[in-house]
């Protein structure tokens, strides 16, 4: 598979990204057959986080990756905290003891990359710097960054942490597109040109760092997927016309779509279906034309002034 750098940093990484959000609900054996599958195609860079079926989600995947320390040389893991039950929470103490949890539940010393999830209303930059300097000085994270953050709450981290923000998770797909969309209707009057997120996207490029899309086939907020849905008459017809062209599925041209746009983004994956994630993995070997791009993005109801 095709590997970027992320962020700022020396990490090399498969573009595609294997979401870890529903392995709870494959059995041991599933489980193992689908990590294998995805090592065996160039998925080594998996995406956790703590709330995860509430924490078992990373204890499912350490059994199932059998982990060691041959294996952990061999993967790239991430990990996500900050969303408590009620509340979202930035402190240094919160920080600090869900990172060690985190990491008794992958069985590993160290986290290649943590985000901070959903931002916290009452983050204090101070506090999180703080956590960020014990975690890289005790080994146990080596990269960080954030999740569903706009440029604002990024510049407000940046003043106070050292280390480099490589990444920014966030909602994108062919029907939720709204971060290109107002790039594209600039001071036009109509509902594409609302600047829902200050201008992440070009914010991200801008400072080198990589935008991760998680739900890359939702469309709503969880409302279910675009690929295959009579509501998207117009979409899957326009894709699956581009799938026949490269002899795809329709799966590998929605996550081909999001690896078209120069950002260099990650998608993150949350399918648990062998064949699927087979698809999206492919997605690293196509190159959709700006035409094909172009028309698609349109095909989903994106208007261009």
């Known amino acids: 598979m095709k590997t970027i750098k992320l962020g700022t940093s020396n990490l090399e990484v498969p573009v595609v990204a294997v979401g870890c959000m529903r392995i709870n609900s494959l059995d041991k054996a599933g489980a193992e057959r689908f990590i294998q599958t995805s090592l065996e195609e160039g998925a080594n860079f998996f995406d956790h986080a703590d709330i995860y079926g509430g924490g078992k989600c990373e204890e499912i995947f350490a059994d199932a990756i059998h982990m060691s320390d041959a294996v952990r040389e061999k993967i790239i893991l991430q990990s996500k905290c900050g969303i408590r039950q009620g509340q979202f929470d930035f402190s240094k103490e919160h920080i600090l003891s869900s990172v060690d949890k985190i990491l008794q539940r992958l069985r590993t010393d160290y ?75 600039v001071n036009m009057e109509n509902n594409s040109a609302i600047n829902r997120d200050g201008s992440i996207l070009d914010y991200c490029r801008l400072h080198d760092i990589t935008i991760q899309p998680w739900s890359p086939f939702q469309f709503g907020f969880f409302e279910g997927v675009f690929l295959d849905n009579p509501k998207f008459p117009e979409l899957n017809a326009k894709i699956d016309e581009v799938a026949k062209k490269y002899d795809v599925s329709n799966t590998t041209i929605a996550i081909a779509w999001l690896l078209r746009h120069p950002a260099k983004m990650q998608p993150v994956t949350g399918t648990m279906n062998i064949e699927r994630i087979k698809d999206c993995i492919r997605a690293s070997e196509i190159t959709l034309t700006r035409e094909e791009w172009y028309e698609i993005y349109r095909a989903a109801g994106n208007i261009l002034p």
Request: hydrophobic share 45%.
């Open 111 to 185: 986290l290649d990359v943590l985000l901070l999830h959903r931002p916290d209303a009452l983050v204090e930059p101070e506090e999180v710097a703080e956590a960020f300097d014990q975690l890289e000085s005790a080994g146990k994270v080596r990269h960080f960054g954030v999740s569903n953050q706009n440029p604002n709450q990024i510049a407000l981290l940046k003043k106070f942490v050292k280390q480099s923000i490589v990444a920014n998770q966030l909602q994108l797909s062919i029907t939720n597109a709204n971060m290109i969309s107002n790039g594209v209707n």
